[in-house]
């Protein structure tokens, strides 16, 4: 999937472990381990947005796109 996770470079500038950003912003450790690794196809803007609040940066800084293959379903938009 092009769209690539850098929550771990941003919990590194921060000097915060998983687990303390898992607690401030109300997800279990496991789920946020799963978005670290790009495993999940989505994230929900409230949760997006604490993430940021409590990390003090920008969806940007989070989230980047680098060209590569995309889903074989084209996605909602039909691949358009």
Partial sequence: MPI???L???LAQRKMRS????E???ITEANLSLLKSGKVRG???DTLSRICAVLQCQPGDL???E?????E???PDGGA
């Fill in 73 to 75: 379903d084209g996605g």
């Fill in 24 to 26: 401030a912003i109300g």
């Fill in 19 to 22: 687990k303390e950003l898992a």
């Fill in 43 to 45: 994230v929900r803007f």
């Fill in 4 to 6: 690539v996770v850098r």
């Fill in 8 to 10: 771990d470079v941003m």
């Fill in 67 to 71: 060209p590569g293959e995309e889903p």
């Fill in 63 to 65: 989230l980047a796109w």
